[in-house]
């Protein structure tokens, strides 16, 4: 699964006040269009995207999955989904390593949203 095929399990669904916290992020970044518009870039980083795992323990969905990115740096993914009682998701911490791939990932991610995010937002 590339990032360009196919979507992540939640991106249809996620709440107007939605909160994404990441490893890539030294801020949390809420708003529905705001969090989109980040997990979409970041999924634009992925050569490669292959699922691992998809689950839901306790009420919250776990989302594992291992990326390829330029340079067939390799980095393993880790989603975790929180939803309300109307299905919408409200939470959202994305985690990545090892720590290579995770400032990769933050410096392909300013490259791409310096100019709609404040440029302390990423690592």
Avoid: C, W
């Avoid at 009420?59 to 975790?80: K, M």
């Amino acid at each position: 699964m590339s990032g360009a095929q196919q979507r992540h399990p939640f991106l249809d669904d996620l709440a107007q006040n939605v909160t994404l916290v990441s490893s890539i992020l030294r801020l949390p970044v809420s708003g529905r269009d705001a969090v989109l518009q980040v997990v979409k870039a970041g999924a634009g980083l992925y050569l490669e995207q292959t699922p691992t795992f998809l689950g839901t323990v306790d009420g919250r969905t776990f989302f594992e999955y291992d990326v390829v990115l330029a340079g067939a740096e390799r980095a393993s993914g880790l989603v975790s989904i929180r939803r309300d009682a109307n299905n919408e998701v409200t939470d959202l911490h994305i985690a990545f390593s090892p720590l290579g791939a995770v400032l990769s990932l933050a410096s392909g991610m300013k490259t791409a949203l310096g100019a709609d995010f404040a440029a302390n937002l990423f690592l």
